[in-house]
Protein backbone atom coordinates (compact mmCIF):
# COMPACT_ATOMS: atom_id res chain seq x y z
CA UNK A 1 0.00 0.00 0.00
CA UNK A 2 1.31 3.48 -0.95
CA UNK A 3 2.21 5.22 2.16
CA UNK A 4 0.79 9.16 2.85
CA UNK A 5 3.89 11.61 2.24
CA UNK A 6 4.66 15.06 3.97
CA UNK A 7 6.82 17.28 2.26
CA UNK A 8 8.38 20.33 3.45
CA UNK A 9 9.29 22.84 0.63
CA UNK A 10 9.79 20.27 -1.84
CA UNK A 11 11.70 17.59 0.08
CA UNK A 12 9.91 14.45 1.93
CA UNK A 13 10.17 14.40 5.50
CA UNK A 14 11.73 17.73 5.30
CA UNK A 15 11.89 19.72 8.09
CA UNK A 16 10.57 23.31 9.05
CA UNK A 17 12.63 25.81 11.30
CA UNK A 18 11.31 26.28 14.28
CA UNK A 19 11.04 30.59 13.47
CA UNK A 20 8.77 29.77 11.06
CA UNK A 21 5.68 32.60 11.35
CA UNK A 22 3.04 29.72 10.35
CA UNK A 23 4.05 28.24 13.88
CA UNK A 24 5.02 31.27 15.81
CA UNK A 25 1.80 33.38 14.54
CA UNK A 26 -0.27 31.21 12.31
CA UNK A 27 0.96 33.29 9.63
CA UNK A 28 -0.23 31.76 6.48
CA UNK A 29 -2.60 29.85 4.67
CA UNK A 30 -4.53 26.67 4.03
CA UNK A 31 -6.32 24.41 2.04
CA UNK A 32 -7.45 21.06 2.22
CA UNK A 33 -8.29 19.12 -1.34
CA UNK A 34 -10.62 16.14 -2.02
CA UNK A 35 -8.04 13.83 -4.53
CA UNK A 36 -9.88 11.26 -6.49
CA UNK A 37 -8.18 8.85 -8.95
CA UNK A 38 -5.36 11.24 -8.82
CA UNK A 39 -7.54 14.31 -9.53
CA UNK A 40 -8.29 16.88 -7.38
CA UNK A 41 -11.70 18.15 -7.53
CA UNK A 42 -12.52 21.74 -7.42
CA UNK A 43 -8.63 22.50 -8.07
CA UNK A 44 -8.65 26.11 -9.91
CA UNK A 45 -11.58 27.32 -7.50
CA UNK A 46 -8.87 25.97 -4.32
CA UNK A 47 -6.14 27.53 -5.98
CA UNK A 48 -7.97 31.32 -6.51
CA UNK A 49 -9.04 31.24 -3.03
CA UNK A 50 -5.17 30.21 -1.90
CA UNK A 51 -4.12 33.15 -4.28
CA UNK A 52 -6.66 35.71 -2.81
CA UNK A 53 -5.57 34.90 0.50
CA UNK A 54 -1.59 35.32 -0.28
CA UNK A 55 -2.61 38.20 -1.73
CA UNK A 56 -4.60 39.84 1.17
CA UNK A 57 -1.81 38.37 3.66
CA UNK A 58 0.58 39.62 1.20
CA UNK A 59 2.41 36.80 0.61
CA UNK A 60 4.39 36.44 -2.08
CA UNK A 61 3.87 32.91 -3.40
CA UNK A 62 3.70 32.04 -6.78
CA UNK A 63 1.55 30.03 -7.87
CA UNK A 64 2.48 28.58 -10.76
CA UNK A 65 5.55 26.81 -8.76
CA UNK A 66 2.98 25.15 -6.13
CA UNK A 67 1.02 24.16 -8.55
CA UNK A 68 3.79 22.28 -10.20
CA UNK A 69 5.08 21.05 -6.96
CA UNK A 70 1.72 19.80 -6.03
CA UNK A 71 1.06 17.63 -9.26
CA UNK A 72 5.13 15.94 -8.22
CA UNK A 73 3.33 15.41 -4.72
CA UNK A 74 -0.16 13.80 -5.76
CA UNK A 75 2.07 11.29 -8.19
CA UNK A 76 3.83 10.11 -4.71
CA UNK A 77 0.74 10.07 -3.10
CA UNK A 78 -2.47 7.09 -2.96
CA UNK A 79 -5.01 8.27 -5.86
CA UNK A 80 -7.78 8.51 -3.35
CA UNK A 81 -6.83 10.91 -0.90
CA UNK A 82 -6.59 14.08 1.17
CA UNK A 83 -4.29 16.59 0.56
CA UNK A 84 -3.48 19.50 2.52
CA UNK A 85 -1.27 22.59 1.76
CA UNK A 86 0.19 24.97 3.88
CA UNK A 87 1.45 28.27 3.00
CA UNK A 88 3.24 30.23 5.87
CA UNK A 89 5.28 33.58 5.57
CA UNK A 90 8.03 31.61 5.86
CA UNK A 91 10.64 31.56 8.56
CA UNK A 92 11.33 35.05 10.16
CA UNK A 93 12.98 35.57 13.69
CA UNK A 94 11.30 36.89 16.78
CA UNK A 95 8.41 39.71 16.51
CA UNK A 96 5.21 40.45 14.59
CA UNK A 97 7.00 42.52 12.18
CA UNK A 98 7.98 40.55 8.95
CA UNK A 99 10.23 41.79 6.47
CA UNK A 100 9.45 41.95 2.18
CA UNK A 101 11.95 39.10 1.55
CA UNK A 102 10.76 35.53 3.33
CA UNK A 103 9.78 33.27 1.16
CA UNK A 104 7.23 31.54 1.99
CA UNK A 105 7.23 27.71 3.35
CA UNK A 106 5.24 25.16 1.41
CA UNK A 107 4.04 21.93 3.01
CA UNK A 108 2.34 19.44 1.41
CA UNK A 109 0.72 16.10 3.32
CA UNK A 110 -1.30 13.33 2.20
CA UNK A 111 -4.00 11.58 4.58
CA UNK A 112 -6.92 8.90 4.06
CA UNK A 113 -10.34 9.86 3.83
CA UNK A 114 -12.60 10.83 6.84
CA UNK A 115 -14.68 7.89 7.78
CA UNK A 116 -17.81 9.55 7.93
CA UNK A 117 -20.88 6.80 8.43
CA UNK A 118 -23.21 7.13 4.54
CA UNK A 119 -26.17 7.97 6.51
CA UNK A 120 -24.73 11.56 6.90
CA UNK A 121 -25.06 11.54 2.98
CA UNK A 122 -28.15 9.29 2.86
CA UNK A 123 -30.55 10.72 5.95
CA UNK A 124 -28.45 13.24 7.07
CA UNK A 125 -27.21 14.65 10.37
CA UNK A 126 -28.39 16.04 13.46
CA UNK A 127 -27.19 19.41 14.44
CA UNK A 128 -26.60 21.64 17.16
CA UNK A 129 -26.72 25.42 17.52
CA UNK A 130 -22.93 26.71 19.01
CA UNK A 131 -22.87 29.00 22.05
CA UNK A 132 -19.03 29.56 21.42
CA UNK A 133 -19.50 32.84 18.61
CA UNK A 134 -16.82 33.61 15.95
CA UNK A 135 -15.06 37.17 15.96
CA UNK A 136 -15.64 39.97 13.63
CA UNK A 137 -12.79 40.55 11.29
CA UNK A 138 -13.22 42.05 7.77
CA UNK A 139 -9.74 41.79 6.60
CA UNK A 140 -9.73 38.40 7.47
CA UNK A 141 -13.41 37.05 6.42
CA UNK A 142 -13.42 34.53 3.77
CA UNK A 143 -9.27 33.52 4.09
CA UNK A 144 -8.94 29.77 5.15
CA UNK A 145 -6.01 31.53 7.12
CA UNK A 146 -4.36 29.54 9.71
CA UNK A 147 -5.28 31.02 12.73
CA UNK A 148 -8.05 28.68 13.51
CA UNK A 149 -8.44 28.77 17.11
CA UNK A 150 -11.95 29.41 17.31
CA UNK A 151 -12.83 25.97 14.87
CA UNK A 152 -10.73 24.58 17.77
CA UNK A 153 -12.44 25.87 20.72
CA UNK A 154 -15.93 25.34 18.42
CA UNK A 155 -15.10 21.13 17.47
CA UNK A 156 -14.43 20.87 21.38
CA UNK A 157 -17.54 22.35 21.88
CA UNK A 158 -19.09 19.95 19.15
CA UNK A 159 -17.26 16.60 20.76
CA UNK A 160 -19.42 17.21 23.87
CA UNK A 161 -22.88 17.39 22.19
CA UNK A 162 -24.51 14.06 20.56
CA UNK A 163 -24.58 16.01 17.14
CA UNK A 164 -22.17 15.92 13.99
CA UNK A 165 -22.34 19.27 13.26
CA UNK A 166 -23.30 22.62 14.59
CA UNK A 167 -24.57 26.06 13.55
CA UNK A 168 -21.87 29.26 14.33
CA UNK A 169 -23.08 32.47 14.64
CA UNK A 170 -20.76 35.70 14.97
CA UNK A 171 -20.81 37.93 18.02
CA UNK A 172 -23.73 39.60 16.92
CA UNK A 173 -25.80 36.37 16.37
CA UNK A 174 -25.54 36.19 12.85
CA UNK A 175 -25.44 32.53 11.41
CA UNK A 176 -22.12 32.37 9.85
CA UNK A 177 -21.18 28.29 8.81
CA UNK A 178 -20.58 25.55 10.27
CA UNK A 179 -17.80 24.24 12.60
CA UNK A 180 -16.09 22.59 9.79
CA UNK A 181 -18.58 23.04 7.09
CA UNK A 182 -20.58 25.75 4.99
CA UNK A 183 -24.33 26.18 5.33
CA UNK A 184 -27.16 26.56 2.91
CA UNK A 185 -31.02 26.94 3.65
CA UNK A 186 -34.15 26.80 1.30
CA UNK A 187 -36.67 29.00 1.38
CA UNK A 188 -39.83 29.10 -0.51
CA UNK A 189 -37.96 27.59 -3.30
CA UNK A 190 -34.75 30.12 -2.92
CA UNK A 191 -31.31 28.77 -1.92
CA UNK A 192 -29.72 30.89 0.72
CA UNK A 193 -26.22 31.13 2.61
CA UNK A 194 -24.94 33.42 5.50
CA UNK A 195 -22.33 36.54 3.81
CA UNK A 196 -19.19 35.98 4.64
CA UNK A 197 -17.94 39.25 5.27
CA UNK A 198 -17.08 39.68 8.83
CA UNK A 199 -16.14 35.93 9.96
CA UNK A 200 -16.26 33.10 8.69
CA UNK A 201 -14.82 31.17 5.38
CA UNK A 202 -15.79 31.46 2.04
CA UNK A 203 -15.71 27.38 1.06
CA UNK A 204 -14.84 26.23 -1.59
CA UNK A 205 -18.13 24.27 -2.46
CA UNK A 206 -19.86 27.13 -1.21
CA UNK A 207 -18.34 28.99 -4.00
CA UNK A 208 -19.02 26.37 -6.83
CA UNK A 209 -23.06 26.41 -5.97
CA UNK A 210 -22.62 29.87 -5.73
CA UNK A 211 -21.43 30.04 -9.59
CA UNK A 212 -23.70 27.36 -10.69
CA UNK A 213 -26.44 28.72 -9.62
CA UNK A 214 -25.82 31.87 -11.11
CA UNK A 215 -24.64 30.55 -14.65
CA UNK A 216 -28.40 28.53 -14.27
CA UNK A 217 -30.26 32.22 -13.73
CA UNK A 218 -31.13 30.98 -10.05
CA UNK A 219 -28.54 33.21 -7.88
CA UNK A 220 -28.41 31.94 -4.52
CA UNK A 221 -28.78 34.92 -2.02
CA UNK A 222 -26.14 35.59 0.75
CA UNK A 223 -28.00 37.27 3.55
CA UNK A 224 -27.60 38.70 7.07
CA UNK A 225 -29.71 35.08 8.48
CA UNK A 226 -30.38 33.89 11.72
CA UNK A 227 -30.89 30.79 13.91
CA UNK A 228 -34.38 31.18 13.43
CA UNK A 229 -34.64 31.49 9.85
CA UNK A 230 -32.67 28.40 9.69
CA UNK A 231 -35.22 26.53 12.02
CA UNK A 232 -37.85 27.88 9.64
CA UNK A 233 -36.14 26.79 6.47
CA UNK A 234 -37.80 24.31 4.10
CA UNK A 235 -34.25 22.42 3.94
CA UNK A 236 -30.63 23.14 5.31
CA UNK A 237 -27.82 21.61 4.63
CA UNK A 238 -24.24 21.38 5.12
CA UNK A 239 -20.86 20.82 2.62
CA UNK A 240 -17.64 21.29 2.25
CA UNK A 241 -15.32 20.46 -0.64
CA UNK A 242 -13.51 17.15 0.95
CA UNK A 243 -16.96 15.59 2.27
CA UNK A 244 -19.80 16.61 -0.35
CA UNK A 245 -23.36 17.49 1.24
CA UNK A 246 -24.65 16.59 4.45
CA UNK A 247 -28.84 17.40 4.95
CA UNK A 248 -29.64 18.33 8.37
CA UNK A 249 -32.42 15.90 10.01
CA UNK A 250 -32.40 17.78 13.05
CA UNK A 251 -31.49 21.13 14.60
CA UNK A 252 -33.07 22.11 17.60
CA UNK A 253 -36.13 20.19 17.98
CA UNK A 254 -36.94 20.57 14.84
CA UNK A 255 -37.02 17.59 11.71
CA UNK A 256 -36.45 17.73 8.55
CA UNK A 257 -36.32 14.47 5.41
CA UNK A 258 -33.52 15.81 3.21
CA UNK A 259 -35.37 17.71 0.53
CA UNK A 260 -34.95 17.80 -3.14
CA UNK A 261 -32.64 21.25 -3.44
CA UNK A 262 -30.82 19.17 -1.04
CA UNK A 263 -30.75 16.34 -3.47
CA UNK A 264 -29.60 18.00 -6.62
CA UNK A 265 -26.29 19.53 -4.68
CA UNK A 266 -25.66 15.74 -3.19
CA UNK A 267 -25.87 14.87 -7.36
CA UNK A 268 -23.65 17.64 -8.50
CA UNK A 269 -21.09 16.89 -5.70
CA UNK A 270 -20.85 13.22 -7.03
CA UNK A 271 -20.84 14.62 -10.45
CA UNK A 272 -17.41 16.60 -9.61
CA UNK A 273 -15.90 13.08 -7.94
CA UNK A 274 -15.67 11.64 -11.56
C1 LIG B 1 -14.85 26.61 9.23
C2 LIG B 1 -15.05 26.08 7.84
N1 LIG B 1 -15.90 26.72 7.00
C3 LIG B 1 -16.12 26.28 5.75
C4 LIG B 1 -15.46 25.15 5.25
C5 LIG B 1 -15.73 24.69 3.84
O1 LIG B 1 -14.61 24.83 3.05
P1 LIG B 1 -14.36 24.14 1.62
O2 LIG B 1 -15.66 24.04 0.89
O3 LIG B 1 -13.39 25.03 0.98
O4 LIG B 1 -13.82 22.77 1.90
C6 LIG B 1 -14.56 24.49 6.06
C7 LIG B 1 -13.82 23.32 5.58
O5 LIG B 1 -12.96 22.76 6.19
C8 LIG B 1 -14.34 24.95 7.39
O6 LIG B 1 -13.48 24.33 8.22
Known amino acids: MMAYPVWVDGKENGCL ?19 EAGRVVFLDLHLARLQAGARALDIPLDSHLLLQELLRFLTNCPATCIAKIIVTRGSGGRGYLYSADLSPSIILSAHPLSAYPESFQAEGIDAVLCTSRLALQPRLAGHKHLNRLEQVL ?7 TSADEGLVCDMQGRVVEGVFNNVFMVRLGEL ?28 VREDELYPDDFLAADEVFFCNSVNGVWPVKSLAGRHWAPGTVTRYWQDYWRKQLG
Open 17 to 35: DPADRGLAYGDGLFETLRV
Open 154 to 160: LRQELAG
Open 192 to 219: LTPRIEAAGIRGVFREAVIQESAAAGAP
